[in-house]
């Protein structure tokens, strides 16, 4: 009978080595694979939530939902951070929007914090919070006289739930309310005619703002100078979709 031969130390070292070379070239594309679908998930969930919000207007005689989260806004902030995951999602099921978006995963980024249900905001101008001084008599009630609604920011990715609507200065180059940097180098956001956006940032001072601890910023640094970003095209950019112009002439 012919004994069967084995494969000699070299031959498996040979073998180890080339799939250890096929994994090299394989995990940074599965990488990207999955950082583009998480992306993706990611801005289907902000165009279901956009497409809630039309729907409740054409239900409710043209008037938007509240933007601020509270107990009569389109979701309710928890204000304890630390809560049950079920008291969030009971607030989540009290907002204005559940009937139109009954699904709980469409509310939060596939990528977000542990323990948060809603990491999507509403922006100031659309019905929001009026209270800043560059917010006042720039926000909407309903949803017809918003012009060129394809440039119209509705929600953002602001990485958690805050008790106030999403806001960012109109009159100066400054940030206001801290946004993410998920699925690469950017964050996603949604227009008021349906459509997503993924923004990538490009300038290192809006990494600055993504990556500052999120009680620091809410305390001291968008009081501060980090805030003050002239001539970030990045900040332009969501200014003018939050406003639907700048309220300044900006640096070059």
């Not at 095209?233 to 070059?252: I, R």
């Amino acid at each position: 009978m012919q004994k069967s031969r084995a494969f000699t130390l070299i031959e498996l070292l040979v073998v180890i080595a080339i799939i250890a070379i096929l994994m090299a070239v394989l995990m940074p594309a599965l990488g990207r694979a999955r950082l583009l679908g998480q992306r993706a998930a990611c801005m289907g969930n902000l165009k279901q939530l956009t497409l809630a919000w039309i729907m409740y207007a054409d239900e409710n005689d043209d008037r938007i939902p509240y933007a601020n989260p509270n107990s009569d806004g389109w979701v309710e902030w928890v204000s304890n951070q630390n809560a049950p995951e079920q008291q969030k999602l009971a607030g989540l099921r009290g907002g204005t929007l559940y009937e139109y978006c009954p699904n709980v995963k469409s509310y939060c980024c596939p990528t977000g914090i542990r323990g948060e249900v809603v990491t999507y905001a509403i922006m100031d101008a659309m019905n929001g919070y009026s209270g800043h001084p560059w917010s006042d008599g720039m926000t909407f009630k309903k949803r017809s006289p918003i012009k060129q609604a394809s440039k119209r920011l509705v929600f953002i990715d602001e990485g958690r739930l805050s008790p106030n609507s999403w806001t960012i200065w109109y009159t100066e180059p400054r940030w206001w309310d801290q946004i993410t940097r998920r699925h690469g180098q950017g964050t996603t956001a949604s227009f008021a005619d349906g459509h997503g956006v993924y923004y990538k940032w490009s300038d290192t001072r809006t990494f600055e703002v993504t990556e500052a601890d999120y009680s620091v910023w809410q305390g001291t640094l968008r009081h501060g100078d980090v805030s003050r970003q002239p001539g970030n095209q990045d900040l332009h950019k969501v200014q003018k979709g939050a406003w639907g112009k700048l309220g300044y002439t900006p640096n070059q």
